[in-house]
């Protein structure tokens, strides 16, 4: 069965620094999916990376698929108070999801 | 306008009663999925539809049944409520399968 997992599960961070979420699953898949969710919101997609080696960018949050390790990052440059929100990676067909790193960004 | 609709937006309800939620989406997507999420914000993938034949179905109690009368609507039927069913349900689509996914606003379930 496909597990995931997401670490760390709590970041509090600065503004103005770097960070990078990890988003590990135990089976082999070339599909994964980053997800915001903001306290009582829904869900908003961020990246979809469907290869080995897909890097996908958006503002400050920049995205990163290696099939081969079967690792998934979300690494944060320069962080602002707006990132502060639950971060989600869903991995495979069957969309199994993580935990989800609870961002906070601190002034 | 709003893409992708659900209703109700809070619902609470009995043990044992049936309850359903509708979605709409008016982005003219092909694919329509079901979502969970616990208190403890988890999530879980319910149902997906890809015009409106059912591609998943997950390891979800038969009490549940997905019904999508066209590929624009994609309702969630609950028979026999039990407390466990007490959740965030959200509904999504997207243009293909596996694509980028946008979510309606969610549906709190609340079961007495």
């Known amino acids: 069965e496909l597990k995931v997992e997401q670490n760390p599960l709590f970041l509090s961070m600065q503004e103005g620094k770097n960070y990078t979420i990890y988003c590990n699953y135990s089976?082999?898949?070339?599909?994964l999916y980053w997800y915001r969710q903001d306290p009582g919101k829904s869900l908003e997609s961020l990246f979809v990376?469907?290869?080995?080696?897909a890097v996908k960018q958006e503002g400050r949050l920049m995205a990163s698929l290696d099939t081969k390790a079967r690792l998934s990052t979300l690494h944060i440059t320069a962080a602002v108070h707006d990132l502060s929100a639950t971060y989600f990676c869903?991995?495979?067909?069957?969309?199994?999801f993580g935990a989800g790193t609870r961002l906070t960004v601190k002034p | 306008d709003t893409a992708v609709s659900q209703t109700p937006k809070y619902l609470v309800t009995q043990m044992g009663n049936d309850k359903s939620i509708k979605c709409e989406q008016n982005?003219?997507?092909?694919?329509m999925y079901w979502y969970k999420q616990d208190s403890k914000k988890f999530l879980k993938i319910m149902f997906s539809?890809?015009?409106?034949?059912?591609?998943i179905n997950e390891t979800v109690p038969n009490r549940f049944s997905p019904k999508s009368p066209d590929k624009a609507h994609l309702n969630l039927h609950i028979n026999s409520l039990e407390l466990g069913d007490s959740a965030v349900y959200f509904c999504?689509?997207?243009?293909?399968?596996?694509?980028?996914?946008?979510f309606g606003p969610g549906t709190r379930l609340t079961v007495l």
């Open positions: 539809y890809n015009n409106k034949e059912l591609i």
């Open positions: 089976t082999t898949s070339d599909r």
């Open positions: 869903a991995v495979g067909n069957d969309m199994r």
């Open positions: 990376l469907l290869s080995n080696g």
């Open positions: 999504a689509s997207s243009p293909a399968g596996w694509d980028t996914q946008y």
């Open positions: 982005l003219g997507h092909d694919t």
